[in-house]
């Protein structure tokens, strides 16, 4: 596949980048809607100049939703219908992985992230989400499980959280699970959809909207904030949040960021803090899709955190990562973020706790489900669809 030669053609008739022109993404849902600082919203557009060659690693997958890059090479794809699979170096996908728990594999549900533990050399532990089959239906879980030497079977394997009460609603599972190095374990959660069901995002007794922090053995560490809250549950970090499908801990600073769907307008980028109410569904920079108010329809409260940056039209954020790497030299630290909406992906610039410019990337390429960056820095991307593809993305190499 060669996208490289069409936007190189774009590139060249493209006007110089003017600094204070934001990204052209159409109207806003929500025109009245004020940003609460500067740069909330439509930050200036930036340019990378870059063309970018794009190949298949592997396809034939059912909706992939997550893809990890294991340590030596190869890769492995997570199918929300269900399956693992193991994909070699050279792009052979493997027979289904055994021992993947049951999923509810319906709508929005089924198996979700997957990551490589951190103590994977010594223990091959991965640690994965999906929508477990409970009473009441369905809710986000996160287990984790011993990968065979031959990755062909998952053993010892168990739940480290699971997310109450159940839904009747496979509906916003969140579900990003990510590691912060210091033995804990990062799990987002989403609120299920349903207008009865999306204010428990503002319930410390329900892992509704929730950011999730539990060590690596599924316990709440003591210093969670709620622990000595009574009736509040002890694993929840944050709260107040819609659908946080992407997460990921800043490898320079420490901090965790989600980016979590808004409803029509109203996607976000949070920076997290312990114990902090994120809004949803009291505020929010969107409207219902039926152009009604959420709630009193207003952006900002006491109390509540504002997002460090929102879309509106949405992006459709699936997961986010901070660029690290040889191939980018320009985008070191830089967030990107998949765009299911968008069909492409989203760069911004940050500095220090706010945006500064953002550029979309590679638009139409299809719906990212997954972003992950590669041992050589080149970028994987699970195309969500069936058959969806595992594609790498690296700079045009020739003309
Ligand atoms: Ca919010």
Do not use: C
Request: charged share 20%.
């Amino acid at each position: 596949m060669r996208f490289a030669t069409a936007l190189a053609t774009v590139m060249a008739f493209a006007a110089p980048a003017l600094a204070q022109e934001p990204v052209d993404q159409g109207a806003p849902n929500v025109p009245e809607f004020e940003p609460a600082f500067e740069n909330q919203t439509r930050a200036p557009a930036m340019d990378s100049g870059l063309g970018y060659d794009v190949t298949e690693v592997a396809g034939g997958f059912a909706n992939p939703w997550a893809v990890a890059v294991l340590p030596g090479g190869g890769y492995l794809v997570t199918e929300r219908t269900g399956q693992l699979r193991h994909v070699a170096a050279d792009g052979t996908v493997s027979d289904p992985i055994a021992g993947v728990p049951e999923v509810v594999a319906q709508s929005q549900g089924g198996l979700l992230d997957v990551k490589i533990g951190p103590d994977f050399a010594e223990d091959r532990r991965i640690y994965f989400t999906y929508a477990k089959p409970v009473e009441g239906g369905s809710a986000t879980a996160a287990g984790r499980a011993v990968l065979s030497e031959d990755m062909t079977e998952l053993t010892q394997v168990e739940d480290i959280f699971v997310q109450t009460p159940g839904s009747p609603n496979p509906m916003h599972f969140g579900s990003r699970i990510v590691f912060d190095g210091a033995g804990h374990a990062i799990i987002t959660t989403g609120e299920h959809f349903s207008e009865r069901e999306r204010v428990f995002a503002q319930d410390l007794d329900k892992t509704y909207g929730k950011t999730i922090r539990v060590t690596l053995d599924g316990e709440a560490p003591e210093e969670n904030p709620f622990v000595d809250r009574d009736g509040a549950i002890d694993t929840i970090w944050s709260y107040g949040h819609r659908n946080p499908q992407g997460a990921a801990f800043d490898p320079t600073t420490g901090a965790l960021w989600t980016v979590e769907h808004g409803p029509a307008g109203g996607d976000e980028l949070n920076l997290i803090e312990p114990g902090v109410n994120y809004g949803w569904p009291v505020i929010s920079y969107g409207e219902n899709y039926n152009g009604t108010p959420v709630e009193d329809g207003i952006t900002d409260a006491p109390d509540m955190a504002q997002p460090v940056y929102y879309w509106d039209p949405v992006i459709a954020p699936s997961d986010m990562v901070f660029y690290q790497g040889d191939l980018y030299p320009a985008w070191q630290g830089d967030v990107l973020i998949g765009g299911l909406v968008t069909r492409g992906l989203i760069r911004l610039d940050l500095e220090g706790e706010r945006v500064i410019g953002e550029e979309r990337i590679l638009e139409g390429i299809g719906r990212v489900r997954d972003i992950a960056i590669d041992a050589d820095g080149s970028l994987l991307i699970a195309i969500d669809a069936n058959p969806g593809g595992l594609l790498r993305i690296t700079p045009q190499t020739s003309g």
